[in-house]
């Protein structure tokens, strides 16, 4: 059973700087890697999907890695700003099966 | 705009009472599924359905059913409510097909079991 991992669960940082969200996976036999964003209150929205042959994906100020191998994706968010703040999750999803595996999450907070 | 909607957004409801959250999806979508979503534990897969009369059980299925009679809706019954069935319910859909893997989701269900 695929199993994900996020940590840290929250983390704090000022307006302007880098944030890195980790995320990891036990089994590598994967199909694709998915991250999202939920608002509070709010449902998730698609932010980045990266397939098992891709090494990363970009949008706008979003960047996300993965390396099968290791069992590991980063997400990174250049810039910080205040809009940024929510709750990222990661998912992953198996060869032949379009569900997904959810990670718990990380809520970031980005201070004015 | 293609959406998907939940109804009703917040619900209470006692203990043995049986509760059908709606699940509505204009994508036309062949993939549709139900999450729970509960502090600690992320989302958790409670059913899902790859097409009209297909349904399947996820991770966290006991004391929940679903049907799909159509491509739009995926209702989801909890038969005999339960306290530990109070959490917050997300509805997602899917196309089928390389690169189409990406989920949509609906605002939620919150539910409360009295």
């Known amino acids: 059973k695929q199993e994900v991992t996020q940590i840290p669960a929250a983390l704090s940082v000022p307006e302007g700087e880098n944030l890195v969200l980790n995320c990891s996976f036990t089994?590598?036999?994967?199909?694709?890697l998915q991250w999202f964003r939920q608002d509070p209150g709010k449902g998730l929205t698609s932010l980045l999907l990266?397939?098992?042959?891709?090494r990363e994906q970009t949008s706008g100020r979003l960047n996300a890695s993965l390396d099968k191998s290791s069992g590991r994706s980063t997400l990174y968010i250049a810039a910080s700003q205040p809009g940024d703040s929510a709750t990222y999750l990661c998912?992953?999803?198996?060869?032949?099966?379009?569900?997904?595996?959810f990670g718990a999450g990380t809520t970031v907070t980005v201070r004015a | 705009d293609a959406e998907i909607t939940q109804s009703p957004r917040h619900k209470i409801t006692e203990t043995g009472r049986q509760v059908t959250l709606a699940c509505h999806q204009t994508?036309?979508?062949?993939?549709m599924f139900w999450y729970r979503q509960d502090l600690g534990h992320g989302l958790r897969l409670i059913h899902y359905?790859?097409?009209?009369?297909?349904?399947n059980k996820g991770e966290v299925s006991d004391g929940y059913s679903v049907s799909r009679s159509n491509t739009e809706d995926l209702p989801l019954t909890l038969e005999s409510a339960a306290s530990s069935q109070t959490s917050v319910y997300f509805c997602?859909?899917?196309?089928?097909?390389?690169?189409?893997?990406?989920?949509?989701f609906g605002p939620g269900t919150r539910l409360l079991v009295l």
């Open positions: 997602a859909s899917s196309e089928t097909g390389q690169g189409q893997e990406t989920q949509y």
């Open positions: 994508w036309n979508h062949n993939n």
């Open positions: 089994d590598s036999a994967i199909y694709n």
């Open positions: 998912a992953v999803g198996a060869f032949g099966d379009y569900k997904l595996s």
């Open positions: 990266i397939q098992s042959s891709q």
């Open positions: 359905s790859y097409g009209v009369h297909d349904t």
